[in-house]
């Protein structure tokens, strides 16, 4: 069990990371969400597992460690509070900036490399 | 009496929830009234708390009355009080700077003010790990909130960079924080340290990782390099009382860095003793190097500052990187000097480009402008100070900072890198100066008048430079015993066995 | 502490001229002048005592931290420069109120000039060498400002950036060298300092120390390589010149060199160095002084030339050279202040310095021409004047020492090409000047200047003789004193005679004479020579070198921050792994001893569906919409996983903060565009792929070594004292609100101060509404199916009951505020979306910032109650109450905390959702600024 969890931890980052370095702010938030996800789970997996511990008294002599419940709840919601920010802030910046790229503006290059993609949409379609 | 040492939290903090509310929330003057009496009874509150703990040893607060390592408890020792105290002297600068009109450009400028410092002191006070990550959470939305204070393209440009950057650093937090959990079992910070030698082989490579994670979270905060690339545009996009502000910021960092590594990770936690250090030598080093390029590439005032934080940050690090009582207590008394003239010199910066029309603080010749004598003279103060010339406080820093040097190997870098960066520091400055100063074109056609208000903020951070000097001896002296509690942490960490009142 | 005062005085004397400006221009020029004169009182107070051998010493302690003290010297070679210093500088005084026109801000001009003066008499007097430092940097800073006194000239900023910067560096060097001579002798008190000569001169760091306090010393005293900055600084007003060149300034480097000639010379590194640093700054300057048409262009190269004699001297192996040195530094003081007094004078009365348009000026201005022509002739070295006699020792001298072996016969040679080179100018001075027939179109017709101004020329000049025709009788005491105090001991015989009878000097004198004439009488062949080389402006050269740093640094700034998100995460990203991956290494292997739980069909479906969306996820994060959908799946798994592992109040918080934030998402993707089209390049992906991927396995070995290793931890206290010491069953929730208290107080205040900043966000947010979406669809026309309404309307009360349970039941049974929070808030917000704004506006009458507030309000009063019963903040109370048909029941302090919680998150969740939904109707612009 432990190594599928493991797994699963791991690959949650790999994708949140991925999507945090690309170059839209909405992608970069659903990595950060996505990170945030990898982020509590492993949290959690420091008070190790337990599959039927109780995390209130008197259901079984078997205990899950409750603190890091706690320290993963107070950072859900922490994750939450700064999730919607940086949400409302690429919305800010959309109106602020006209673009959704995380620079506000699109580089040369990228701008160059689209119009020759699209050009080539063209002759194809 | 006994509750002093929580007051720098919630003091600030009931003010800013307070100024949410009726008759508060729609009266700016009633707002900035109440703010700034409220940071005048913070300073004292903070004088009070540096007293205590100076006089009567560490205080120690145990919140809710659970013991630690149970409970939260707040620390409140040289290092710390010293730090909150130098934050609210900050803030009231940085706050009466803004009752001068900035406060208006936006709203909730004093209630997100007033958090800003809660978390910092948060951030200062606390002695438990976890709850570090809460106040700097508490620190952090303040800021982002704080940074587009004024509307912008260039503040919402610079705060998706700012923001972002930190979201990912507060995840890499959490991490660390899950590992060392995961591994130590513990979040008091003074129990760790007893708790990391006894670690187990396996055990000790993963807290290593958390340990080394914790490093990148706080260099990222403290502006080393290379995760210092947000800094520059940040402070420069964000309104100068902002700016001022934000001086402390990287010294949450690196306080984080001293407590941190210098407590779990400290000189006695056996294997895992001082696992930062070997990249903190080479890193600062080049924070300086890159520092100092950036000053001299800067084409404005706030862009130079802001480098100079730079700069300063990595004199910073050097030092505490050399582990020796001497540097530390150097590096405090540096600490205190670069915050409050940096602050001041954000205002300045702002001052200027307020009375040059469209060149604003860049270095181009531009009209001449109204108070040219009152900045001038401003400007010049605290130039010699960052430059680090006497007869002001810089000087003395990186004197304190070059002698702990002495009799080390490492000195055939750290001298050169300390005074070459003061050299470029001059040039750049002393080009600064005379072109924003004395290449002007024309007279002032602007009638724009400098509230008294932003005077006297200057004023009182600045005065500091000078004071810094004339108390040299006092301040030295309190820094030397500051670094001796940090160094030897016997006399702090018996509280985990005998605990407060419950 | 009088001698604080001799430098304390002339300080304060700063500010007076400021003061008294306003009061015209002799009262400030006398007020200026008091302090410094009653500085110079004490000090001549003091003078008998040194005469009597006796020097003074007074110190208190400053900072100690740093070896600072405050601490002062009174010996021969102080009182000497200290004489110098004050004497000229009232002289310059005197002189400057007729030099400066009008324009200038006379009060600003001797504030500045009194600043100097005092740095100075701080450097000579000094008896630590930190506080030493601290003048000679201040002596930095005073002269920058002199020289850009005229800041409105371009050369004049230049010229005092140039000097600031080659001095100012030269400070930083010579800071270095002090501290490492300090850390030698383990003092920095200047007296143990010239006590230890032998330990330093045999310490291993000695010639570094050595070789960095030269290069402060040269630098103060434009010693080749370091001269260049001195002739522009000639952009300064005339009496700063006539006070920086001759007595002060560029003297601070001889005196530095005399004053630790004690610690510092007897060795060949010393002389080699001294010695032919000098040699060339003499020829140097003497020989470019002779084509200079400015005059105080040839007065500034000659002061070169002079400083380079002194240095030669101080590098010159015998004691005798160091008592010339000595008797060279006053007498050039004295020549060289006139000198520079009456080439002002001649500028400010014929309005040009150049010598090609100045000629025949003696029939003009004869007296100033006399004095002028005396001076002059001291300079060159002619008999009957102070000039020739420290020259006669200076070649004596040059004959017996032997630094450069048997090349040792070229030192006197050169000595006297050089001497007859100072003739060849001096004869320039006075024959291009006063004879040499008519002067050529000058802007007036020069004539004498006010009585006055000629007094400080007069009284230096009559120094010149003086000193010339009776010097044992004038200044043998003071060389005597003085070189005894650069020696530590009695100075050895001479004598200061004019005639020493037929021999070598004299000789040497001589052919120094008749060359110099001799190369005057040819100048025009050495003109054409010299014009064959283009003459190279040090300030274009120096201004240049800046610019080009300074482009090279914004090359770098620019290559590193250029400015894009996606570099500086990456770089952020590596770091995290780097410093992750490292302490890996040691692990010889992840899996622990703990026992682990077997796998089971439904976790292995689950991981498999988690794994596949947050890939989906990625693959198709460019069509945003899906990527949501795939993205809520995770969230749901998610929270199913803290389900199953026990943790039943992470799934539902889990839970709910998935539906809100999936709300938000989606309220946010209708104002962003709906797609992403593809930009990265493949290099850019693979790059990220590659360290995602690796921090991902880094992170999940970590993770797995964790779960498998066992832990002994804090927990079971809470589990022990949950109940009985929090009253609560629910372990996990009394944490919240109890153990760890402070830390939800901190969490919640972070989620209202998100809310502000987002209302602060959305408040200025100018934004368009789009009608379709970007595949041109238009968007439903009926915001609010009536199906809908009615559903939601009726589920509203409901939903309100759930949370109130889940609420209360929180401290004993997973839940608690912060879930109750967000279920009410979903079932407001869906009232929202059904009915839209403007049916909820008249009903719903909260403003959501008071509902923060009063949240956080009401958590911290819980904790402040405590304070009532002498308990530290956030201390719990609870007790068991029986009453009829209700039955027992508990009240707990962290009850009404968790009220506190829930308010918060209410008031959070609808100032974002409800302003955020209101930017897409009409009510937008009812979102002001509050304040």
Redesign the interface.
């Known amino acids: 069990m432990e190594g599928v969890y493991a797994l699963c931890v791991g690959i949650l980052t790999t994708c949140g990371f991925f999507l945090v370095l690309r170059a839209r702010t909405f992608t970069v938030v659903i990595g950060l969400t996505l990170i945030s996800y990898a982020v509590n789970l492993f949290l959690f997996a420091s008070g190790r597992l337990k599959l039927d511990g109780a995390a209130v008294l008197g259901q079984s002599a078997e205990y899950a460690d409750p603190l890091p419940q706690a320290l993963v709840l107070t950072a859900i919601v922490i994750g939450f509070a700064m999730t919607a920010f940086v949400v409302i802030l690429a919305m800010r910046s959309r109106a602020d900036l006209g673009n959704d790229h995380v620079d506000g503006q699109v580089p040369e290059d990228v701008i160059a490399q689209q119009t020759k993609v699209s050009a080539s949409d063209k002759r194809n379609g | 009496m006994q509750h002093l040492p929580i007051l720098p939290i919630l003091l600030p903090m009931l003010v800013a929830v307070l100024m949410l509310l009726p008759p508060f929330t729609n009266s700016i003057n009633r707002q900035r009234l109440f703010a700034v009496s409220a940071m005048i009874i913070l300073i004292i509150t903070s004088a009070l708390l540096l007293l205590t703990s100076h006089e009567q040893g560490t205080q120690i607060y145990i919140l809710g009355g659970w013991q630690p390592p149970f409970g939260i408890a707040l620390v409140a020792d040289r290092l710390s009080t010293l730090m909150v105290l130098l934050t609210s002297v900050l803030g009231l600068g940085a706050q009466l700077y803004a009752c001068a009109g900035e406060d208006k450009e936006g709203m909730y400028f004093h209630p997100l003010f007033m958090f800003q410092i809660m978390g910092v002191n948060g951030a200062f006070l606390t002695g438990d790990i976890f709850n570090l990550f809460v106040f700097f959470e508490v620190l952090l939305i303040a800021s982002y909130a704080l940074l587009i204070h004024g509307g912008g393209k260039q503040k919402t440009k610079a705060n998706v960079h700012y923001v972002i950057l930190n979201l990912i650093g507060s995840s890499i937090f959490l991490f660390a924080l899950g590992i060392l959990y995961g591994t130590i079992g513990s979040l008091n910070i003074e129990d760790m340290a007893n708790k990391v030698p006894l670690l187990g082989e396996h055990q000790q490579a993963l807290a290593k990782a958390g340990g080394l994670l914790l490093l990148v979270v706080f260099g990222l905060k403290a502006a080393l390099l290379p995760l210092h690339f947000w800094l520059p545009k940040t402070y420069a996009a964000a309104s100068a009382p902002v700016a001022a502000l934000f001086a402390i910021m990287t010294k949450v960092g690196i306080y984080s860095i001293l407590r941190v590594h210098m407590t779990i990770f400290g000189e006695d936690a056996g294997a895992l003793a001082s696992i930062a250090v070997p990249w903190l030598w080479p890193l600062a080093f080049l924070t300086i190097i890159m520092g100092a390029i950036g000053v001299l590439a800067s084409p404005s005032l706030r862009l130079t500052a802001a480098n100079l934080v730079i700069v300063s940050v990595g004199t910073l690090l050097l030092a505490i990187a050399m582990q020796r009582e001497a540097a530390t207590s150097a590096a405090l008394y540096y600490m205190i000097h670069t915050t409050l003239v940096t602050g001041a010199l954000f205002m300045i910066a702002d001052l200027i480009s307020k009375q040059r029309g469209k060149a604003e603080d860049r270095f181009v010749i531009a009209r001449k402008m109204n108070h040219e004598k009152l900045i001038g003279i401003a400007f010049f103060i605290a130039a010699l100070t960052v430059v680090g010339m006497p007869p002001f406080s810089g000087f003395i820093g990186k004197i304190l900072i070059l002698q702990a040097a002495e009799g080390m190997t490492e000195i055939v870098w750290v001298w050169p890198a300390v005074l070459l960066a003061g050299l470029a520091c001059l040039v750049a400055i002393s080009r600064a100066g005379t072109t924003i100063f004395w290449r002007s074109t024309g007279e002032s056609t602007s009638a724009e008048s400098i509230s008294p208000l932003k005077i006297i903020a200057i004023a009182l951070l600045l005065s500091a430079s000078p004071l810094l000097v004339v108390f040299g001896d006092p301040v030295t002296d309190y820094t030397n015993l500051t670094a001796a509690q940090l160094h030897d942490r016997t006399p702090a960490n018996e509280f985990t066995h005998t605990g407060g009142d419950q | 502490m009088n001698l604080l005062w001799v430098v304390l005085l002339p300080l304060i004397g700063t500010l007076v001229p400021l003061l008294t400006d306003r009061y015209g221009r002799n009262l400030c020029t006398f007020s200026a002048a008091i302090l410094p004169a009653w500085s110079l009182a004490l000090v001549l107070m003091y003078a008998g005592d040194v005469f009597d051998g006796q020097d003074i010493r007074q110190s208190i302690?400053?900072?100690?931290?740093?070896?600072?003290d405050l601490s002062f010297r009174l010996d021969g070679l102080s009182l000497l420069f200290l004489l110098l210093i004050l004497g000229i500088g009232l002289l310059v005084i005197l002189y400057a109120r007729y030099y400066l026109s009008a324009k200038d801000s006379m009060g600003q001009f001797y504030a500045y000039l009194i600043l100097f003066m005092s740095a100075m008499v701080g450097i000579v007097i000094s008896n630590n060498l930190?506080q030493l430092?601290?003048?000679w940097?201040?002596t930095?800073?005073s002269s920058?400002l002199l020289i850009?006194f005229w800041?409105?000239k371009s050369e004049a900023?230049k010229g005092?950036?140039m000097a600031?910067?080659v001095t100012?560096?030269g400070g930083?060097?010579l800071?270095?060298g002090l501290?490492l001579i300090g850390?030698i002798v383990d003092s920095y008190d200047l007296d143990t300092v010239l006590a230890n000569g032998d330990l330093i001169r045999s310490h291993a760091t000695y010639p570094i120390a050595l070789i960095l306090v030269l290069i402060g010393a040269f630098t103060k005293s434009a010693q080749f390589p370091f001269h260049f900055w001195l002739p522009h600084a000639m952009a300064a007003p005339t009496p700063v010149s006539a006070y920086l060149h001759s007595a002060t300034m560029v003297k601070a480097g001889i005196f530095l060199m005399a004053r630790f000639y004690p610690a510092l010379a007897g060795t060949d590194l010393w002389f080699i160095i001294v010695s032919l640093t000098g040699l060339t700054t003499l020829l140097l300057g003497a020989y470019i002084a002779l084509f200079k048409h400015d005059l105080k262009g040839l007065l500034a190269y000659s002061t070169i030339s002079h400083l380079g004699l002194i240095t030669l001297l101080l590098g010159l192996n015998s004691e005798l050279a160091a008592v010339a040195a000595v008797f060279h530094i006053i007498n050039h003081a004295i020549f060289k202040a006139s000198l520079f007094m009456a080439a002002g004078i001649i500028d400010h009365e014929s309005g040009s310095r150049d010598m090609r348009k100045l000629n025949g000026l003696l029939k003009y201005m004869p007296y100033t021409a006399t004095l002028a022509i005396v001076a002059a002739l001291s300079m060159a070295g002619v008999p009957l004047l102070n000039g020739f006699l420290s020259k006669e020792m200076f070649f004596a001298e040059t004959l017996n020492q032997s630094i450069l072996g048997s090349l040792s016969w070229m030192i006197p040679l050169l000595a006297t090409v050089g001497a007859a080179f100072s003739v060849a100018y001096s004869l320039r001075f006075i024959h291009d000047v006063f004879f040499n027939g008519e002067p050529i179109d000058l802007p007036k017709t020069p004539k004498e200047p006010p009585r006055y101004m000629k007094v400080p020329v007069e009284i230096l000049v009559a120094l010149c003789l003086l000193v010339g025709i009776f010097p044992a009788f004038v200044v043998e005491d003071l060389l005597n004193i003085a070189s005894s105090a650069v020696l530590l001991h009695a100075s050895p015989a001479y004598n200061l005679a004019i005639w020493h009878g037929f021999n070598w000097p004299l000789f040497m004198s001589a052919l120094a004479m008749v060359g110099g004439v001799t190369i005057y009488y040819n100048r025009r062949l050495l003109f054409q020579f010299q014009s064959h080389f283009e003459e190279t402006d040090a300030k274009h050269v120096f201004e240049g070198v800046?610019q080009a740093?300074?482009d090279f640094?914004?090359r770098?700034?620019r290559f590193?921050?250029n400015?894009?998100?996606?570099?500086?995460?990456?770089?952020?990203?590596l770091?995290?792994l780097l410093?992750?991956?490292?302490?890996?290494l040691?692990?010889t292997q992840s899996r622990?001893s703990?026992p682990?739980?077997?796998?089971?069909g439904v976790?292995?479906m689950g991981?498999f569906l988690?794994?596949f969306s947050?890939?989906a996820?990625?693959i198709w994060?460019r069509k945003?919409f899906i990527?949501?959908i795939f993205?809520s799946v995770?969230?749901l798994i998610?929270s199913l996983?803290?389900a199953?592992?026990?943790?039943?109040?992470?799934a539902l918080?889990?839970l709910s903060?998935e539906i809100?934030?999936i709300i938000?998402?989606l309220l946010?993707?209708f104002?962003?565009?709906q797609s992403?089209?593809?930009?990265?390049?493949y290099r850019r992906m693979s790059l990220?792929?590659l360290?995602?991927?690796l921090?991902?396995?880094v992170?999940?070995?970590?993770?797995?070594?964790?779960?498998?290793?066992p832990?002994?931890?804090?927990?079971d206290?809470?589990?022990a004292?949950?109940?009985t010491?929090g009253g609560g069953?629910?372990?996990?929730n009394v944490?919240?609100v109890?153990?760890?208290?402070?830390?939800?107080l901190?969490?919640?205040?972070?989620?209202g101060?998100?809310?502000?900043?987002?209302?602060?966000?959305?408040?200025?947010?100018?934004?368009y509404i789009p009608t379709r979406d970007d595949k041109g669809r238009p968007w439903g026309n009926d915001p609010h199916p009536m199906m809908f309404e009615l559903v939601s309307q009726s589920l509203l009360p409901l939903a309100l009951l759930v949370s109130v349970y889940i609420f209360l039941r929180g401290h004993?049974?997973?839940g608690g505020g912060?879930i109750a929070g967000l279920i009410t808030a979903v079932a407001i917000i869906q009232q929202y979306i059904a009915h839209g704004v403007l049916w909820i506006k008249p009903r719903v009458k909260i403003d959501y910032?008071?509902l923060?507030?009063?949240g956080?309000?009401i958590a911290?009063a819980t904790g402040?109650g405590?304070?009532l019963f002498?308990?530290?903040?956030?201390?719990?109370w609870f007790d068991y109450f029986d009453l009829p048909w209700v039955g027992e029941f508990e009240l707990a302090s962290a009850m009404l905390f968790d009220l506190g919680v829930y308010l918060t998150v209410v008031g959070?969740v609808m100032l974002?959702l409800a302003n955020?939904g209101k930017l897409t109707t009409s009510e937008r612009l009812e979102i002001k600024?509050?304040?």
Not at chain 3, 676 to 681: A, G, P, V, Y
Not at chain 3, 711 to 715: A, C, F, G
């Open positions: 302690e400053w900072i100690p931290a740093m070896g600072l930190i430092w601290m003048f940097e201040l930095s800073i920058f850009s800041s409105h900023r005092a950036r600031l910067t100012g560096a930083l060097a800071l270095a501290l850390s800046v740093i300074v640094s914004q770098i700034i590193f921050e400015g894009s998100l996606q570099r500086y995460a990456f770089i952020l990203i770091f995290s410093m992750a991956a490292f302490p890996l040691d692990l622990g703990r682990q739980i077997p796998l089971d976790a292995v991981a988690m794994i947050a890939i996820t990625v994060h945003r990527a949501l993205l995770v969230g998610v996983v803290f199953q592992f026990s943790a039943p109040d992470l918080t889990q903060v809100v934030t938000l998402l946010a993707l104002f962003l565009p992403t089209q593809k930009e990265s390049s990220d792929l360290v995602s991927v921090l991902g396995c992170i999940g070995t970590i993770c797995f070594a964790i779960l498998t290793s832990l002994n931890t804090i927990s206290f809470f589990i004292n949950s109940k010491g069953t629910n372990v996990v944490i919240l109890d153990f760890r208290g402070f830390d939800t901190g969490e919640i205040v972070v989620l101060i998100a809310a502000l900043g987002i209302f602060k966000l959305i408040a200025k947010m100018r934004i004993n049974m997973p912060f910032q008071w923060i507030a009063g956080i309000l911290m402040l405590s304070w002498d308990k530290p903040f956030l201390s719990t959070a974002i955020l600024e509050n304040s």
